[in-house]
């Protein structure tokens, strides 16, 4: 059997590589914000940003302040 393919470069390969989704933010992420667009998207179906302890407030306000963000919760819970 051969082994798994190694990722592509700047693929995370588990969660300690994973980045916060604000512009130019390079920190781990410790967030999920779960959102949905309800003009594109079916009311189940959930899109993520991934949120540092920074921008965790920011980046959810920009989703409430459309009635997108549906739930916060720490990454990985």
Do not use: V, Y
């Not at 989704?21 to 940003?49: I, M, Y």
């Amino acid at each position: 059997m051969s082994p798994a393919p190694a990722a592509a470069p700047g693929t995370p390969s588990g969660p300690e590589e994973l980045t916060c989704s604000a512009k130019g933010c390079q920190a781990p992420a410790t967030w999920e914000l779960l959102w949905n667009n309800p003009k594109l998207h079916t009311p189940d179906r959930r899109k993520t940003w991934l949120a540092c302890d920074e921008h965790r407030d920011s980046l959810g306000a920009f989703l409430g302040a459309r009635g997108f963000l549906k739930e916060r919760r720490p990454l990985g819970s």
